[in-house]
């Protein structure tokens, strides 16, 4: 057995025991994420810091599927406004987004698969094949799309550095316009968030007839 794959059974049997072992806190964060308005509570309580905490918390939902980006969007917006939300919530997509690809063109394919299952991987990689900038701003803005994953898939590919960071910043500043503003104007104005949940539907209506046509790829 090589050291390699000895070092990688040691490290599964370390993670699945560490969750066993503290199972009962997971289950108490999933929990937390799933609900918009204890995570709003929490954010400010913490207070000065609550800024640098949601900038952790988006970086690790580029990693972690469990970690809903769009609940803590609008959190962000309803507590910071729309100008502070929608900068808090851009900067950290963007430094997560890069993070992502950075570490999938350096470590490859087996540290992608880490965090993205290898069917998905592999149909959009197929389907990015020879795309430019404006295919990743849709898949990091179209509801239906991985998002998180096109990161991977564009650090495995052979788009360089500076083309993705433009779409990421493109896309990424999209999606975080027409998402903190639910929250910001939640309350204010009532009309607003209307049109912006009807802007979702068809956005996701179109995001999902894309997706399946990328998906066939």
């Known amino acids: 057995m090589s050291t390699n794959k000895l070092i990688s059974i040691i490290l599964t049997l370390l993670t699945l025991t560490t969750t066993w ?19 709003t509570v929490s954010i400010r309580g913490y207070g000065l810091w609550g800024p640098a905490i949601l900038f952790v918390l988006f970086i690790l939902q580029v990693f972690i599927a469990f970690i809903p980006g ?17 900068l808090i919530t851009w900067i950290s997509l963007v430094v997560g987004g890069q993070a992502a690809f ?9 540290f992608a698969e880490k965090w993205v ?6 149909r959009w ?3 990015s094949a020879g795309q430019g ?6 898949t990091l803005v179209m509801p239906f799309f991985p998002n998180d994953a096109m990161c991977y898939v564009a650090g495995l590919g052979n788009m360089s550095a500076r083309r993705f960071l433009i779409a990421n910043i493109i ?11 639910v929250g910001a104007y939640s309350k204010q104005i009532p009309g607003l968030l209307w049109i912006a949940v009807i ?14 046509k990328y998906a066939k790829v």
């Open 21 to 39: 072992m503290y199972r009962a806190p997971l289950i108490a964060s999933l929990q937390w994420f799933s609900n918009l308005d204890a995570v």
């Open 70 to 86: 769009q609940a803590l969007m609008v959190a962000s917006g309803f507590v910071y406004g729309f100008t502070g939300g929608t």
């Open 102 to 110: 950075w570490l999938a063109r350096y470590y490859g394919r087996p």
């Open 117 to 122: 299952s290898a069917p998905v991987l592999d």
């Open 125 to 127: 990689d197929r389907s």
């Open 133 to 138: 900038i404006g295919f990743y701003v849709i």
């Open 171 to 181: 896309g990424r500043g999209i999606a975080s316009l027409l998402t903190v503003i």
């Open 199 to 212: 802007f979702f539907i068809i956005l996701g209506i179109i995001g999902w007839i894309a997706a399946r």
